[in-house]
Every structure is written in structure tokens, then in C-alpha cells.
């Protein structure tokens, strides 16, 4: 019996990473995050199969793959947020983890994201960020400086994370 625990050991490693990667915990609430700067790794690709800088703040980040369910759960209210605040004085972006081009490009074929996409096809920048899993929003700021972090799913039509979000606001576009 011990010797049957020790060989599932690993497998309960294995799914617990999954289980983190895909959780579908409602996320509650944008949390602080201090002293980190937005990655600056060129590693980031355009639809266009273009290399891209980093972005530069104020900026929104999603953070989503195209196999993640609650990712594209959120998707519907994530662009009505975007639509709902056209000068908000931030840059919006999905970004893409791991996926490759073509995977992505097939998925866009039948799902709508309202804001530029871009793609981190080998996790070079999204690692250098304390992701716990997906999908991942991180607010930063207009000197480069990530903020807010808010991980797992989010109804973006609720709201106290509307007001939440409205709140932050100012303090990104300083």
C-alpha cells in the first residue's frame, strides 16, 4: 500500500499543475503587486508572425490560451469591458501563452477578441510574470511597472470588479 502511494506521487504533482493551469475559481478581487517591471523580452509575435517589443504601459494584459475553458468563458465580458471603456488611457491586450500561430489564428476563426492578440508562444515573457495559472490579468502602469494582478476567471460585468477596475484607473495612467 505505501509503495502504491509512493508511485501516484507523481501523478498527483502532475494534476495539481493542471488543475492549477486550468482552474476555473472565480478570481475576487485585483491584488497588488510590487517591485516587478514589465518583462522587456522581444519574444512576443504579432498575428503577423512579426516579432514585437514589450508592450509598454499603461496596459491591460490578459493572459489566455486557446485549450484553457474558463479563458474563453471570460472572453464575451472581457470585450464588453474593453467596449464599455473606450478612453480609459490604457492599451489592451490578450496575450496568447504557448500556443502556436496557426492555433491561434484557427481559434480566432471562431471566437472574438476585441483587442490586440499577441502571442508568447514559448512562455519567454509570461514566465518572467507570478502566474499562478489561467487565465491572468495584470494592470500596469505608465512607467512600465506591474501593479495589479488578478488571476483565475473574472466576470467582467460584475460590479464590484467594475468599480474595483474604475478605482485603479488613475493610478495606472499617472
Request: charged share 15%; with cysteine; aromatic share 8%.
Amino acid at each position: 500500500m505505501f509503495q502504491s502511494l509512493l508511485t501516484r506521487i507523481p501523478a498527483m504533482a502532475i494534476i495539481g499543475t493542471c488543475v492549477t493551469l486550468t482552474s476555473t475559481a472565480i478570481a475576487e478581487t485585483f491584488r497588488p503587486v510590487t517591485g516587478l517591471a514589465l518583462p522587456d523580452v522581444p519574444a512576443l509575435l504579432t498575428l503577423k508572425n512579426e516579432v514585437s517589443d514589450s508592450p509598454e504601459g499603461p496596459v491591460f494584459i490578459n493572459i489566455w490560451a486557446s485549450w484553457c475553458k474558463p479563458c474563453i468563458d471570460e472572453l464575451p465580458a472581457l470585450n464588453a469591458l474593453k467596449a464599455r471603456y473606450p478612453d480609459a488611457g490604457v492599451q489592451w491586450l490578450a496575450l496568447n501563452y504557448g500556443d502556436s500561430l496557426d492555433q491561434v489564428k484557427q481559434f480566432m476563426n471562431t471566437h472574438s477578441i476585441d483587442m490586440p492578440v499577441m502571442l508568447d508562444a514559448t512562455t519567454q515573457f509570461t514566465r518572467q510574470l507570478p502566474l499562478t495559472g489561467l487565465p491572468a490579468t495584470f494592470l500596469v502602469d505608465s512607467h512600465g511597472q506591474v501593479r495589479y494582478q488578478l488571476d483565475g476567471y473574472a466576470d467582467w460585468n460584475d460590479p464590484a470588479l467594475i468599480r474595483q477596475w474604475e478605482a485603479l484607473l488613475p493610478e495606472l495612467t499617472q
